[in-house]
């Protein structure tokens, strides 16, 4: 896991190889630019470094508007980036006085004075500072001055799609499609939270559910459907079927829930930790005439996640 360190804890040290953004998901996209900070750290024996902000800074620019939904926590974050060779995830608190910092500011007073850097790996497109001034010319006319390189990295694609975070959000909450998000990520969505009551609905037609209430309020939904999932639950991996929706069929009501039934699975687990990995979306939410009708497909349900490899 990455050293998760907060910019008035940093240690400056000037052998450093940097990267700059918010990298909520560490898509593949974002992998070209660490690979290129690590590869580069690991040749001059510099330390590491992913400079991110908290809260995502669309949040304060765009404040009074609807709040972004993450698709990682810091947390998740963090150990990503360790797992990628990221020494040290530096969170730079982002509020409106530090939206109004020019980006040579940023370079020189923050980036140069504060963390340190020889090398900064910068995207194809990446702008920021002030009013998103601030460009790839504006860094290599700080790194020409302060004695620092500069390298471009171009954009990624996948299935010819040039993956961003916006990508993957609208793949999971506008579309449902886990198995594009996979790709853009390079590895199942995931959701963490807590098993709590719910009114045994599940039990009594054969498919007991745990209601799962998220750890994180901000963490991306998928939209309403039925999704074959795999639930890490202490160190073991078990497979079943997870319902996000309202279940029309008998309540119809606006509140979204989200139950998981594993197979093969019978024990008390309320109040317990888990993980949820989607792997596929098997249809719609959908009301049925009948609780038999209902029963009969959520056998089929189950017989398609079954199948899958």
Known sequence: MAKLVH?????????????VGTFDGVHEGHKSLIHKVVN????RNARSVVVSFDPHPREIINSGKKRIRLLTTLEERCEILGELGIDELIIIPFDRDFSLLTAEDFIRSVVYEKIGVREFVIGYDH??????????ETVQELGYELGFDVHVVEAHEVDKVTVSSTSV????????????????????YK?????????KRGKQLG?????IQPAHPRKIIPYRGVYAVEVELEEKAW???????VRPTFTGDQQEMLEVHLFNFDRDIYGWYLTVYFLERIRDEKKFDSK??????????KQRCLQMK
Request: glycine share 10%.
């Open 191 to 199: 959701l963490q939270g807590y098993v709590s009551h719910g009114d």
């Open 40 to 43: 580069k750290a690991a040749k």
């Open 169 to 188: 959000r609208k793949a999971l909450s506008e579309e449902g499609d886990v198995k594009l998000a996979w790709n853009f990520l390079g590895r199942p």
């Open 7 to 19: 910019l008035p804890n940093v240690e400056r040290k000037e052998n450093t190889v940097v990267t």
């Open 239 to 245: 497979r079943g079927m997870m319902n996000i929706g």
């Open 127 to 136: 702008q920021f500072g002030r009013n998103r001034e601030g460009s790839i």
């Open 207 to 211: 498919f007991p559910t745990a209601n």
């Open 292 to 301: 038999e009708a209902l029963i009969a497909q959520l056998n089929n349900d």
